[in-house]
């Protein structure tokens, strides 16, 4: 039985992953200092509460277990904080990650799976973006995935440390058993907002911007259901414990969608009216990220389940329904 670290297994995508890896037999220790994930969120394996700030609490929890392998979902994640309060991020999301690359080393440990993301990109040249579209990051949080993935690179080339990239384009959805979703705080992503303005628990939903170079002039996104990320992760894992290089993939589904859209989708869904309030752009938001995950599919054999935008929001209403009724009951 391989033991994977699972690097912010308490936050939303990690917590879908944790779940997924003791289903498939692995053995799985948690690391999380639960800045922004729930203790609750990680359904079982081990948990071990620390900060990757910390270089003594790495090297606590790979002495005290036999990692095969690094799954690093932490960081900050809000784009607009990011250009606001850039320190955080580059303090987090890299200099942060330097101290978990160099724990590894230094305990022998190297193989790494890394959550990236369509940030990286900018303003694309081109749609679909594929793995070899130019990097031009518009915002300081999509600055410091870019340059993680630079010090991946190196270090494989310096140590041997592999790793695989994977770049998320916009992750979505929940648990279709419902046992996990989305819970961000504060929350900042379109869909849960949506849909916690059609449960009512918002008044009303901001389209940031109606100005882009789109045909209705807001952002399009290509969203892409959490459990189909997971079974990407699942795969590249396997892979990589099997000693494959480095590599980079990402991961969407090729298919766009603009904030009205994902809306009235949303509308559709729940059957339930939402307060549109049409508002200014937000700073560091590019118009248009759609993935062209043709290498996933080649090489890792991803073949994603739930492509399907109304499935996505369907599984979050779900949840979102869940969560207003134990807010109730609370
Ligand atoms: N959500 C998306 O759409 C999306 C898209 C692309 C990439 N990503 C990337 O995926 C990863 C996970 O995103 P998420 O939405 O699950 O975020 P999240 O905030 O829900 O989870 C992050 C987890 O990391 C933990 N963490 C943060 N800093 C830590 C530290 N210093 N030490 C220990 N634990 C720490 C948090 O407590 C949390 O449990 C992030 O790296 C993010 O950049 C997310
Ligand atoms: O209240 C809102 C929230 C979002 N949006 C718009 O909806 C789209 C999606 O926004 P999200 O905040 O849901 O996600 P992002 O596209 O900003 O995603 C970015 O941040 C994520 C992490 O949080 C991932 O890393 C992802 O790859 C990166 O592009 C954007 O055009 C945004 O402007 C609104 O109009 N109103």
Known sequence: MKTILV????????????KLLLKEKYRVITFDNLSTGYRHAVLGGEFFLGDLANRDDLRRVFQHYPIDGVMHFASFIQVGESVTHPDKYYQNNFVNTLNLLDIMLEQGVKACLFS??????????????DEKHPKNPANPYGRTKWMVEQLLNDYDRAYGLRAICLRYFNAAGADPECQLGECHEPETHLIPLVLQTASGRRKS????????????GT???DYVHIQDLCQAHLLALEQLLHGAPS???????GAGFS????????????????????????AGDTARLVADATKARQQLGWNPQFADLSTIIQHAWQWEL???QQKGRG
């Open 247 to 253: 590599d980079v993939y990402n991961l969407g589904n």
């Open 322 to 324: 869940q969560q207003l």
């Open 7 to 18: 690097v912010g297994g308490a936050g939303y995508i990690g917590s879908h992953i944790v």
């Open 259 to 282: 904030v009205r859209e994902v809306i009235t989708s949303a509308q559709q869904v729940t059957q339930r009216n939402i307060t549109v309030i049409y508002g200014a752009s937000r």
């Open 219 to 221: 952002c399009i996104r």
């Open 116 to 129: 990236s993301t369509a940030a990286i990109f900018g303003e694309p040249l081109y749609v679909p973006i």
């Open 205 to 216: 939903i901001t389209v940031f911007g109606q100005e882009y170079d789109t045909p209705d």
